[in-house]
């Protein structure tokens, strides 16, 4: 903030005007500057996204020379709608669907019509994490601030942008980033480098995802909207501050410390990283410590080709399915009803919201305590019987069969995209 800043417009002045009045490090024509002239790369369109797009557009950030560049290959759609408050039904009504990063755009220039929005529809892979990153920095002149924020869902995309913004760049480019599940929420910023102060890498505080990581998604666990709200809220925030510069010592930028809220007691607290003299890195960090193993974004990609990544096309075809040979469509599930049981391995919670007819609700979680008690299914291997097994996208029902044939029930077969498919293509069910 050392140099004159290029002078205000009196449109600039009269719609700024209540951020202008406050005192620095926020308020004044320099600051403002910055955050016209600071260029954003935000993944994900999503929940999070939604408050954090509005208020940044509303702030000025990439209203003047800088840009917001927004990646996310999904379209709006109504059961996303409670909580990604930036997309209409209009969006979700659209033929084909809007994309999401379309519909922010618009929403952020409807507030804002000078903020300058790129769009990539496409969602970061490990196959594309490196150059969307790369083509991303080559457009910041070396005078604007910069940041990346990761509104991503999945621990796949969380690990691939902490690792690529961690290893050496051509300049430092700070991650703000946020997660949500059912009523809690983290908000930190990684990667975070000022004159006084080196910030972890996501890898420093968390080296891996948790086992089966794919069940902490909000699509599978549920998330109350207005959790995601603040969450994002929060993240606008500490982007304002990574972009001024601004010192965590000083003025509580999120690095070194993990801002944690759990809803349901309203209760939050901050976590503090360990640190010694400003530097918040692990000494045994995989990729910023004394001995990395990951020393590429190639080395990268392979790590985390193994986690899971954004939530499967609506259409039912999860990667993860199980080989064709333990699998029914839904439609040939639904001639075979009459003569199977069907067994449907969702938690209860889903379940009660709805199953089929008839159907014998026994979670994954607790599926093989509940056939070590001889349960519903009756003995194991029981002579032949049909059993079909139904989750909500064909993943957990592939497990479930798995562990059925490997007891004995040789003739179990897991519903081809679950309920999606079956609401798709029998129909009766309804679409969540
Ligand atoms: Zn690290």
Redesign the pocket.
Known sequence: MGDAPLPLTSSEVSRYSRQLLLPPPFGGPAALRRLLSSHLLVVGAGGLASPLLLYLAAAGVGAGEGSVTLVDGDRVDASNLHRQIAHTQAGADATPKQLKVDSAKERMRALNPAVRVATIAEDLTPGNAAGLVGNFLAGVPPEAACAVVDCSDNPRTRYLLSDIT?LPLPRPLPLVSAACVGTDSLVTVYNYRTPTHTG??Y??VYPSPPPDNGCNSCSDAGVLGPVVGLAGTRQALETVKVLLGLDPAEHGVLSGTVAVFDACYGVGRDVRVRGEGGDY??KT?Q???ENPTIRTPEESAAVCAGYVGPTPPDDGSASSAPPSGEEVTAAAAADMLGRAVLLDVREANQFEMFHVEGAINMPLSSLEAELDKGGELGAEGEAGKLVLVMCRRGVASGKAVQILRGRGWSNAWSVKGGMREWANSVGGVPWY
């Open positions: 961690a972890p890498c890898r420093c890195r692990k960090c990729v910023c410590g």
